[in-house]
């Protein structure tokens, strides 16, 4: 079961993200199969102790990783998609395709990923799918994950007076996948500190396909 973060002290709080993030930054190197604990913990910096007090195992620190890049990466789309409401609420209604083309970059650049959070992300999943013990705490976790999307990217759509041609869930399967396949490729064979750019023209092209955007009403 995962700690609860917010009971913990500040102090315990950084190790613990450090300890997040060097698992991150291991994982995309050596696999997770391939990493050791001494190599996480050398990584951040710290000790064994350290990270036997904030983690049973490694299996554990794949779960807790899994869950708070759900949280952060939701906080993140809800914040944007609050801004946007507002600006939309101020502004004229702008061109479709300009207007999905600045807020998908928005969404995805803002906090932009590194190379090695890209690949850990995928490592992560793959070990997770391979790991029986892991499977359903994995499939609770994205099962949560999709429910809370679902719900922030109904709200854009009515935003922008929009609406999917297809289920929902069909949907975000389709713009996930799009997304994960333009993350890596971008991610492709470059230093694992650096940052990934994700270019929001093919995301658009698909969600130009997907949606249909009501009507303006005549004056």
């Given at each position: 079961m995962t700690m609860n973060t917010d009971e913990l002290s500040p102090r315990r709080r950084q190790t613990r993200a450090t300890l997040v993030q060097a698992g991150?930054?291991?994982f995309a190197v050596r696999g997770i199969d391939g990493a050791s604990i001494e190599e996480i913990c050398?990584?951040?910096?710290l000790t064994r102790g350290a990270f036997y007090s904030n983690f049973s195992s490694r299996d554990d620190l794949v779960l807790v990783i899994v869950e708070m890049r759900i949280s952060e990466n939701l906080d993140r789309l809800d914040e944007t998609i609050q801004r946007w409401t507002e600006r939309l609420a101020a502004t004229e209604a702008p061109e479709v395709r300009e207007l999905m083309t600045t807020f998908i970059d928005d969404v995805f650049n803002e906090k932009k990923q590194t190379v090695a959070e890209t690949i850990a992300e995928q490592e992560i999943e793959l070990y997770c799918l391979r790991?029986?013990?892991?499977?359903a705490r994995y499939v609770e976790l994205n099962a949560s994950q999709l429910d809370r999307l679902a719900s922030l990217v109904t709200t854009a759509l009515d935003v922008a007076g929009a609406s999917p041609r297809q289920p929902l869930p069909d949907f975000l399967t389709v713009i996930i996948s799009v997304f994960n396949r333009i993350a890596l490729t971008a991610a492709a064979g470059r230093p694992m500190h650096e940052h990934v750019d994700i270019d929001p023209s093919l995301i658009v092209e698909v969600l130009l396909?997907?949606?249909?955007f009501a009507p303006c009403e005549p004056d």
């Open positions: 991150i930054d291991v050398e990584a951040g910096g790991v029986p013990e892991l499977y396909h997907l949606i249909d």
